[in-house]
Each structure stands twice: as structure tokens, then as C-alpha cells.
């Protein structure tokens, strides 16, 4: 059982540019979420989704888009990536929204801004 | 804005001896409140959930107390064991609706052999 996937696990990106990152779960999950940890700072949420088809904003979202066409993925897009970007992606899924069931995280994506 | 702060931000222990975490919360309208784990270059591990209403959870060596009124919660581990060594991070849900966890920046455990 896979549990939470994230791809790619690490990238550099120059200022300006955009990229993709991915996350596939396949514990049927109807919530998943986008988080960036930092030092010194707790996990931050950058946008979740209740479900196919939908996405909401969370504390930090500017900057990013998400989509959320299939029920098992969730994608996280950087249009034009800024050094302030630079930090470690978290994807996580859940059955339940509100943290009524637990979380399931991937291992992270480490993104680097030059 | 709820600020979760979880002190100390390090901590070491020989092997065998039983410890407390310290998560304190600011907003005490929380709905429920999560204990994780997370090892290096590794995503996060839920430990234990608490919901409101309650007053702890167990779960093996680990049990997680959650005092609502003064904003606290603590993470007991009995017994440690050089594999325990991690970091724990708590969180905790507004009851206001919204689906966001409040993320403390954690304990960095270290369990001596």
C-alpha cells in the first residue's frame, strides 16, 4: 500500500520559472491538502480540496494553483517561482475533513528558488 | 490568529526514561488537536488524535492529554527508546469550520542509548 506519493522528491527552479508538483494517494481520500514547512515555522496550509472536482484556499495560497481533476491526485503549481518559494511541499490526505480523522503525508518535495 | 508553541524546541534523554512534550495553544475554541511525528527527510506520522470533548488518548508507550480550558496539551512517552528519537509536532483545528491545522514548530526528541 503506497499511502500518499509525491513527485518529484527534490528540485531547483531559477526565479521565473513554473513547475508541477504532484501528489497521488490511494486510500480512496476524499480531502487532501498542500502544505510548506520552513524553518523556525509550523506547516503551513497553501490550498486543500473536500473532493473531486474542488479547491479551496488555505492560510498561505498566493502564488500557487491547484487542480484536482481525479479523485486519487492533487496538483501544486508555481506559475512563476520566487526565492520566497523555496522550502519543503507536503501533500497529505484524509477521509475525514476539520482533522476528525488522521492525516496521511507523503515525504515531501525539497524546492529550491535561485 | 491561533499561535502554537511546543517548548522545549530540543530535548535528549537516556534510554528508559519516561518524558513529557509540551504543546500549548493560544485560542482555546479548538475542535479537536493532533500529535504527529515526523523523522529527517520524511513526511509526518499521526500519533494520536484528540477531540474536544476528551480528555487523552493512548496508544502504546504513548498517551496524549488535552486540557482545552488553559490551552495545553502533553505528549507522555514511557519508557523511551533510541527509535522514539524524532520530531514531534502537534496541531490543532479551530472549531470555527474551517480545515486548517495550526501547526506547532515541534520537539526535536533524541533518545540516547
Known amino acids: 500500500n503506497a499511502g500518499v506519493t509525491q513527485t518529484p522528491k527534490f528540485r531547483v527552479l531559477k526565479t521565473g520559472q513554473s513547475m508541477t508538483l504532484l501528489c497521488a494517494q490511494d486510500?480512496?481520500?476524499?480531502?487532501m491538502y498542500w502544505y510548506r514547512q520552513d524553518p523556525g515555522m509550523g506547516l503551513r496550509l497553501i490550498h486543500y480540496?473536500?473532493?473531486?472536482?474542488?479547491?479551496a484556499k488555505g492560510e498561505v495560497p498566493d502564488g500557487y494553483n491547484v487542480s484536482r481533476l481525479k479523485k486519487q491526485n492533487f496538483l501544486l503549481g508555481l506559475e512563476s517561482a520566487a526565492p520566497s518559494q523555496t522550502s519543503v511541499y507536503f501533500c497529505?490526505?484524509?477521509?475525514?475533513?476539520?482533522?476528525?480523522?488522521?492525516?496521511?503525508f507523503g515525504n515531501g518535495t525539497r524546492l529550491t528558488v535561485t | 490568529k491561533q499561535e502554537v508553541t511546543q517548548i522545549p524546541a530540543a530535548l535528549s534523554v537516556p534510554e528508559g526514561e519516561n518524558l513529557v512534550l509540551n504543546c500549548s495553544f493560544t485560542d482555546s475554541a479548538i475542535y479537536n488537536l493532533q500529535w504527529f511525528r515526523q523523522d529527517p527527510g520524511k513526511g509526518l506520522t499521526s500519533l494520536l488524535l484528540?477531540?474536544?470533548?476528551?480528555r487523552e488518548q493512548t496508544s502504546g508507550r504513548l498517551n496524549a492529554s488535552l486540557d482545552k480550558s488553559s490551552g495545553r496539551s502533553t505528549l507522555y512517552i514511557a519508557a523511551s527508546q533510541p527509535g522514539d528519537s524524532a520530531t514531534y509536532l502537534c496541531a490543532v483545528v479551530q472549531s470555527t469550520g474551517a480545515n486548517n491545522l495550526f501547526f506547532g514548530t515541534g520537539t526535536r526528541l533524541t533518545v540516547i542509548p
Open positions: 484528540i477531540q474536544s470533548s476528551q
Open positions: 480540496s473536500v473532493g473531486e472536482g474542488t479547491t
Open positions: 486510500m480512496n481520500h476524499e480531502y
Open positions: 497529505a490526505s484524509s477521509p475525514l475533513g476539520r482533522g476528525q480523522s488522521p492525516l496521511h
